[in-house]
């Protein structure tokens, strides 16, 4: 049976997005055919978590409705090197539980985390949504593996825009940033572009 998770920001026992957490569960269940899902809400409450600071809620659950939760100190990471990686096969439309091709890909990287590329064009991180700054403004690909949650609620507050990234313009961009449900749009964790140590033209990028 396939296992699926969800993680969750919980800080000073307020849990955010949530309303986009269980539209994804929802999504989910109604895919591979089953009527009822699980209630997010209802399983943090019965957590009784009372601790302030910052949370990942990680709830891990099959289309069953087994359920194993996890409450687990967070810090927002700071990532020293980023390697682009084509992969024009890989698939992750639903937020599987099984990451064993991701760290197959980030292990023959050599580097602290990588940035999928699927068809010649930029699309994730191996845990994350990315934003990339033009001028002023902040543009997420459109080439997305998976919709996380910050970035469908960044893009329905229009702080960002959706753009088609590719190998062949990504230099035009100055800045970038990972987004995901504990990483808020945040100008603290902005990266250069040449954090990406493999650009065009710098070498060969990997072709896994």
Do not use: C
């Amino acid at each position: 049976m396939s296992q699926f998770i969800e993680s969750i920001k919980v800080e000073d026992k307020e849990v955010f997005l949530l309303d986009l957490h269980q539209k994804r569960v929802n999504q989910t269940f109604s895919h591979f055919g089953k009527e009822d899902s699980i209630d997010l809400a209802k399983i943090y409450k019965n957590l009784q978590h009372d601790e302030d600071g910052l949370f990942k809620l990680r709830i891990s659950y099959d289309l069953d409705k087994r359920v194993r939760t996890q409450m687990i100190p967070y810090a927002i990471p700071e990532i020293h090197d980023f390697k682009l990686v084509e992969n024009n096969s890989f698939d992750y439309s639903f937020k599987f539980e099984d990451r064993k091709e991701l760290d197959k890909m980030k292990m023959k990287s050599k580097t602290e985390e990588i940035i999928i590329v699927k068809n010649n064009h930029i699309t994730d991180t191996s845990f994350s949504n990315l934003l990339f700054l033009k001028g002023k403004d902040w543009f997420t690909p459109a080439t997305y593996l998976l919709n996380g949650v910050q970035r469908q609620h960044l893009l329905k507050h229009k702080k960002i825009k959706e753009t088609e990234i590719t190998l062949q313009n990504i230099k035009q961009f100055t800045h970038f940033q990972i987004i995901n449900a504990l990483n808020d749009f945040d100008d603290m964790f902005i990266y250069p572009i040449d954090r990406i140590i493999n650009l065009p033209g710098n070498e060969e990028y990997l072709d896994l």
